[in-house]
Every structure is written in structure tokens, then in C-alpha cells.
Nanobody
Framework: QVQLVESGGGLVQPGGSLRLSCAAS????????MRWYRQAPEKQRELVAL???????NYADSVKGRFTISRDNAKNTVLLQVNSLEPEDTAVYYC???????????????WGQGTQVTVSS
């Protein structure tokens, strides 16, 4: 069993910053690509950023230059530093990862439960 648990969300004023964290736990053999998605009310879930196990990153155009994804492989954790926040960034942010569990030969996709980010004055 694998769990992804996000933390770090909250209420912040426009222009502010947060650091979102996602910790993976369980019978983990290897973690491949880790991602952050977000879903705003009445909108589709969208990919915000991804980081492969090889260190390749990709960002949605709307967050380039403001958000930074990183990972701590020793702690099975992925971080998302979000700066210069705008009201349009308000959403539930979800962690997502491709993980191979101990004893398995395949990788599966897992989701966290989400953390709310609200940008408002």
C-alpha cells in the first residue's frame, strides 16, 4: 500500500508564497515521475508541474517563472515552491506519482488527497 500526503496549503494574499510538500510512504521500491496538479472550482484538473527521476522538469505556461518543483529522493518527497501567487492560482493542489512497489515489476499511478490553496486579499 502506498500513500501520498500533501501539506503546506493555506490562505495567502496576492503576491505571497507557499511551499507545498508531498510525502510518499509505504512499500516503495522506486519513485519515477512526480507531479503536481490543481483543480479550481468548476474547472478541470490541470497539470502544474512534473519532475522525472532523471531531473527533467516541465511546467504549465501559467506558472512558469513563479513555481518550482523539486524532490528529496531520500525522503520520498516532492515539493512545490509557489511564489507571486495570484487569485487565479486558487485551487486544490494534488500530488501524483508513478511508483513501483516492493515485489512488483510494474509502476502504478497514485494520487494524494489534495491541499487547498486560496489566494485572496
Amino acid at each position: 500500500q502506498v500513500q501520498l500526503v500533501e501539506s503546506g496549503g493555506g490562505l495567502v494574499q496576492p503576491g505571497g508564497s507557499l511551499r507545498l510538500s508531498c510525502a510518499a510512504s509505504g512499500s516503495i521500491s522506486r519513485i519515477y515521475t512526480m507531479r503536481w496538479y490543481r483543480q479550481a472550482p468548476e474547472k478541470q484538473r490541470e497539470l502544474v508541474a512534473l519532475l522525472t527521476s532523471g531531473g527533467i522538469t516541465n511546467y504549465a505556461d501559467s506558472v512558469k517563472g513563479r513555481f518550482t518543483i523539486s524532490r528529496d529522493n531520500a525522503k520520498n518527497t516532492v515539493l512545490l515552491q509557489v511564489n507571486s501567487l495570484e487569485p487565479e492560482d486558487t485551487a486544490v493542489y494534488y500530488c501524483n506519482a508513478d511508483i513501483q512497489t516492493i515485489g512488483s515489476m510494474i509502476r502504478r499511478n497514485y494520487w494524494g488527497q489534495g491541499t487547498q490553496v486560496t489566494v485572496s486579499s
